[in-house]
């Protein structure tokens, strides 16, 4: 009777509480800064802070007990556990971002999600967009201006326009970069040769800081240091600058065209033209939505018949 009378008192739950997992994006955070060993570049990765980083990465702690870094004031180091679990994790978030892309690819809709250099966007991509939207009026393109080509398993992107160099993975090639000094009308009238550059105040980009050494090298002259001259952050305000006439712009071909056509800047040697061994390419997931795919081969035809 009494034992009979204590298991008559044992009550289970019918729906008992579930042990619940972690957050994902806790998962998330823990993904990228495992990667990059950095809260801040995961941070930028993610679109958040490194505080909302490091918060949710000792949320994730807390719920382990344990810890998965070694933070010093030099930065991170994963722990033994931490260093385990990253590979599964990075194939498990990659498999999640290639069946985002398959949902994306399944769903019909209009909207082509582009990332592309803030100066290709401005310069060389913007002043397409009307032609674009005349031969397809369906099409609808949006552009986000990125220092760096997206990753297609992680972002959903549906194509990219980069200057790259070869082996960049999937990749339609555009054009060669080619660079060569550029200038408003009046500033190319006192140079003579490439020597009478040394006099100018050269204009650059922090993105190519090679380019002047570069040009200068091929040129067979040895010319002032850049750091001289005036940098900016953005090609398009350098390109503006130059057009003001503030002084002499390396121009990237595809970038400084219809400037070029325009006369607002020329080139004062043009027989100068370097190559920079990248291009200016499309970059692409292995799958591109439908739209992606039209608006991919509307650009390399344009191109295509520009270059005639």
């Not at 958040?48 to 980083?53: I, L, M, R, S």
Request: proline share 9%; charged share 20%; aromatic share 6%.
């Amino acid at each position: 009777m009494a034992g009979g009378a204590a298991l008559g008192k044992l009550q289970m739950a019918v729906n008992p509480p579930r042990p619940r997992m972690p957050p994902l994006n806790a998962l998330r955070a823990f993904e990228a800064a495992a990667r990059h060993e950095s809260f801040a570049k995961a941070a930028d990765e993610l679109g958040v802070t490194p505080a909302a980083v490091s918060h949710q990465v000792k949320a994730l702690e807390a719920w382990l007990g344990s810890p998965l870094f070694v933070r010093h004031a030099q930065g991170l180091h994963l722990t033994d556990a931490g260093r385990s679990a990253l590979p599964s994790f990075s194939t498990a978030f990659d498999a999640l971002g290639l069946a985002v892309q398959e949902l994306r690819i399944s769903a019909p809709r209009p909207q082509v999600s582009v990332a592309a250099l803030p100066s290709i966007a401005q310069l060389w991509l913007a002043p397409r967009l009307p032609a674009l939207r005349a031969a397809h009026p369906a099409l609808r393109p949006s552009i986000h201006a990125l220092e760096e080509p997206p990753d297609f398993r992680r972002e959903p992107f549906d194509l990219a326009i980069f200057l790259t160099r070869s082996g960049a993975g999937r990749s339609f090639k555009l054009c060669d970069d080619v660079i060569f000094p550029v200038c408003a009308p009046a500033l190319a009238r006192q140079l003579k040769t490439p020597a009478d550059l040394s006099s100018q105040l050269l204009l650059w980009d922090t993105t190519w800081t090679e380019d002047w050494s570069l040009w200068f090298e091929v040129a067979g002259v040895k010319g002032p240091s850049i750091e001289t001259g005036s940098e900016f952050s953005l090609y398009s305000m350098a390109v503006q600058a130059a057009v003001d006439g503030a002084g002499v712009l390396m121009g990237h071909e595809a970038l400084v065209s219809r400037a070029l056509a325009a006369g607002s800047l020329v080139a004062p040697f043009p027989e100068l033209r370097v190559p920079t061994g990248r291009a200016l390419s499309i970059l692409a997931p292995d799958r591109p939505p439908a739209p992606a795919a039209t608006m991919i081969d509307w650009l390399l035809a344009e191109e295509g018949a520009a270059r005639g």
